[in-house]
């Protein structure tokens, strides 16, 4: 069954209207393009206050941009890209526009 659900997402992929956004890469940015929290583990390290700062990288597939966790915490059906299925992880800026 799993098989053919990926199958049908890249039906819907291939068949959607518009392409994905290009993604911008992990290495080019050191923090949430959103807020601004630093990504870098020398950061953290420089100061033990700053531990709880450390986020996760994440791309949005909306718009493609490098944000943290806490400012991609939704999800959302994107019938334009394909993403129909399932929906898939979208920064804050993209869910509420």
Not at 37 to 57: C, G, I, K, P
Request: glycine share 4%.
């Amino acid at each position: 069954q799993s098989y053919h659900l990926g199958i049908r997402d890249v039906l819907h992929a291939r068949q959607a209207p518009t392409q994905p956004p290009p993604w911008v890469a992990f290495n080019e940015v050191t923090e949430c393009m959103h807020c601004h929290t630093n990504f870098a583990w020398n950061s953290a390290l420089a100061n033990e206050h700053s531990v709880h700062r450390m986020r996760d990288r994440h791309n949005c597939n909306k718009c493609g941009l490098v944000v943290c966790g806490p400012c991609s915490q939704h999800r959302s059906p994107l019938p334009e890209i394909g993403a129909i299925a399932k929906p898939v992880r979208v920064c804050d800026k993209c869910y509420w526009h």
